[in-house]
């Protein structure tokens, strides 16, 4: 998934993700949307009860945005999990390759090492449209 027009981020970003990551990770409650919001998918930040996937990949894009990353760096992706279930993810698109911050682990992992097989990611040209991925 390289795209020669998009700025990446230097892999000394790598501290300041592993932050974000853990903080994010750490005082969000994970709370379903079928519980939170009683439908089956709902995007927001996290609420004060908390949020699911896609609300923490939310929340660390904006905090990395509010540090100064580029925002066609900061790229939410689809993915099946190792259970072949529904979960988003952030990806950090860096100068050692594209690198995941996920709800579900501490680490930061380069997409290929996660075990997920991601579906779409958002455009990096135009966020608001998701491009299909094909991933082994």
């Not at 981020?9 to 009683?38: H, L």
């Not at 896609?54 to 689809?78: N, R, S, V």
Request: net charge positive.
């Amino acid at each position: 998934t390289r795209d020669a027009g998009v700025r990446k981020v230097s892999a000394q970003a790598g501290d300041v993700m592993v932050r974000v990551n853990r903080q994010v990770n750490r005082t969000i409650r994970y709370v379903p949307d079928e519980r939170q919001f009683k439908t089956a998918d709902h995007w927001s930040l996290p609420t004060a009860r908390g949020g699911d996937c896609e609300d923490f990949a939310l929340l660390k894009k904006q905090k990395l945005l509010e540090m100064g990353f580029p925002p066609q760096a900061l790229l939410i992706a689809t993915v099946l999990d190792k259970n072949r279930s529904g979960h988003a993810v952030l990806v950090v698109r860096t100068t050692d390759g594209d690198m995941v911050l996920d709800n579900a682990t501490d680490r930061i992992l380069p997409w290929a090492e996660t075990g997920y097989f991601f579906l779409r990611m958002q455009d990096p040209k135009a966020p608001s449209r998701w491009i299909s991925i094909v991933s082994s």
